[in-house]
């Protein structure tokens, strides 16, 4: 069935001679692995350069229910990126993200809603001039919100713990390991209440960003099963200051 839809590109890499496989998130279809036959000049309409991480394009795919791989007939880009590609510390993070939404996200999962705001978020990423150094930990914390596990703050209040498996703070530490101290539960709740617009207000330091994003990706694989090591994140740690 020929499927039309905006797909996210996550990963790609040349199979064979002629070949490409793609994974791709889309707003119809959900998590989407593919092959594509890559055209003999450059007057095809498949293009290897569409394909790089957190592209947003326009596919249409020949979706067939027993195929561990689709293929794509039709692919553009819909809104091309003016900055990412050639802004080092965008370039970086651009690739953190296309890593960790294909740990976090499943091949079952559809949500239009989610689709749209990542879209959003990378574009945002892509039109802003600075001040973007707290980018992937707000995104990444909000994308929470998609997944089952967005931090309550109803029951917050400083000096409190935040328990990582109830996603909730208490007056107590819980009776487990995965849990803040109130310290760092205070993070959450600022985390939480940032967006891209705010995040600048907050200054970190290196060593607090990274900090943060350990205990966010420890999150993540509390939650999520199965949740790989991230490749990307060392580099990302040496960004800004």
């Known amino acids: 069935m020929l499927t039309k839809t905006k797909a996210i590109v996550l990963h790609s890499f040349k199979y ?3 070949q490409m496989i793609v994974d791709l998130l889309t707003e119809q279809c959900g ?7 890559l055209p003999k000049s450059s007057k095809g309409k498949l293009k290897k350069q569409y394909f790089q991480p957190l592209f947003i394009l326009e596919v249409v795919l020949d979706i067939r229910q027993h195929s561990n791989l689709q293929h794509i007939k039709e692919a553009r880009v819909v809104n091309p990126f003016i900055s990412i590609p050639f802004n080092p510390y965008k370039l970086s993070i651009s690739l953190f993200i296309a890593e960790f939404l294909r740990c976090a996200t499943r091949r079952e999962q559809t949500d ?3 689709f749209s705001y990542i879209e959003n978020s990378i574009l945002w990423l892509d039109g802003c001039e600075d001040q973007f150094a ?12 998609f997944f089952g596990f967005y931090p309550n703050l109803e029951d917050y209040g400083h000096g409190k713990w ?16 995965d849990y803040l101290a109130p310290a760092e539960a205070d993070l959450i709740q600022v985390m939480m209440r940032m967006n891209f617009p705010t995040m600048h207000l907050y200054k970190m330091s290196r060593l607090e960003r990274n900090r943060l994003l350990d205990v966010i990706l420890d999150y993540y694989r509390i939650h999520i099963p199965d949740f790989p ?7 990302l740690k040496e960004l800004f200051t």
């Open 112 to 114: 239009s809603t989610m």
């Open 162 to 177: 935040f328990d990582l498996r109830s996603s909730s703070f208490s007056s107590a530490p819980p009776l487990h390991r």
């Open 31 to 37: 998590r989407q692995a593919c092959i594509l036959r």
């Open 16 to 18: 064979g001679e002629m």
């Open 134 to 145: 707290n980018f992937h930990l707000v995104f990444a914390m909000r994308l929470t919100k």
């Open 229 to 235: 090591e991230m490749k990307s994140i060392e580099v």
